[in-house]
């Protein structure tokens, strides 16, 4: 995947068709609403289930640098993923406009729960064109949640972390980039039963997710963002919990719609191409005002720059099959 080249236009002209015909910007999520759900699964292209994802070099795109936007779409989460769709699909052009990156590929997933949501995990996969904003339409917001304060984050944190390919990490030993956008709490452990069941893969013991994102940051720089208008933005257990597992990869954003901006300008000042006050600068032709200063809000508290957790040996148990051989 990642061939081809983003065209903001086709992108812009895609949704002025769709609201002129009155097509819901995500067309699955309407599909399957008229349906029992019991009929309510994921997309075939965004299924986890026995997939690996890949972010390659080509003859297109020689420097690949996978980013990985996902994103929670339980009932806490209200309108945020509605807001932020609008922004996501003009992620790849902002930051080959500004020069931040040379060969961006984006990959969209979503993240529900495992305990109680018929489509707790989508991912799609690693895009350089128009093809992300049509991954995007095929997400699920299915609205669930089960209630207990916690997502299923740590099973995709583990799919992330076993089932990627990337040619910046094997070829070049350079991290992707990660960003969950959540308001909740990983679950207590990630259960062998929710891996088995929707990931496929053969494991029969429970895992500390802690130990996932400690193998997680090896190979990614992990960020979690936090958005206001979702229901804990301002509960201080979830800023704990997230800050005690990725230190200054805890991101608390003020405006959900500014979430696109935040993504590009952590990118530039990871990779050294901005500092903060530039990458204000570069955000203006294309950001309101407040979401300019949201952005600066979130990432201020960072410094110069934005880190990820520290790398630590993983604990986490080696895998059997065709997806562990595949992935060594």
């Known amino acids: ?17 769709r609201a002129a015909k009155g097509e819901d910007d995500f067309g699955y999520t309407a599909s399957l609403r ?33 980013i990985a936007v996902l994103f929670d779409v339980t009932g806490s989460m209200r309108r945020v993923p509605r807001v932020m769709q609008g922004k996501l699909g003009k992620l ?32 799609g996969q690693f895009e350089s064109d128009n093809r992300m904003d049509e991954q995007l339409r095929q997400i699920f917001l299915e609205g669930g949640g089960g209630g207990q304060k916690s997502e299923s984050y740590e ?18 030993g350079r991290k992707g980039y990660l960003f ?13 039963k929710h891996i088995r069941a929707v990931i496929g893969d053969d494991v029969h013991e429970d895992i500390d ?38 230190g200054q990869g805890f991101l608390k954003l003020d405006d959900p719609g500014a979430v ?9 000042i990871q990779e050294q191409a901005v500092d903060l006050d530039q990458a204000l600068v570069d955000l203006a032709d294309i950001g309101s005002v407040a979401e300019r200063a949201a952005v600066g809000k979130a990432l201020v508290r960072v410094g110069a720059g934005v880190a990820a ?15 562990d051989v595949a992935l060594r």
């Open 260 to 268: 696109c901006e935040l993504i590009a300008a952590a990118i530039g």
């Open 180 to 192: 969950i956008v959540g308001d909740e709490l990983n679950k207590p452990a990630l259960t062998s």
């Open 34 to 66: 008229g349906r029992p759900s019991d009929e309510w699964k994921v997309a075939p292209q965004l299924d986890p289930r026995g997939a690996v994802r890949e972010c390659r070099d080509s003859t297109d795109h020689a420097d690949s640098t996978p």
């Open 92 to 123: 790849h052009g902002l930051l080959k406009r500004k020069g931040y990156l040379a060969d961006p590929q984006i990959l969209f997933g979503a993240i529900g729960d495992a305990d109680s949501d018929r489509v707790p995990l989508q991912v």
């Open 209 to 246: 997710p802690a130990s996932v994102y400690r193998e997680l940051a090896r190979k990614w720089h992990v960020h979690y963002v936090l958005p206001n208008q979702s229901s804990y933005y301002n509960d201080p257990d979830i800023a704990e919990h997230w800050a005690d597992l990725l």
């Open 309 to 323: 957790a520290p790398a630590r040996t993983s604990t986490l148990p080696d895998l059997t099959g065709p997806t």
């Open 155 to 172: 099973l995709a944190a583990y799919f992330m972390a076993r089932h990627v390919v990337t040619d910046a990490w094997r070829k070049r």
């Open 1 to 17: 995947m990642g061939y081809g080249h983003w065209d903001d236009n086709a992108y812009a002209a895609s949704k002025t068709f």
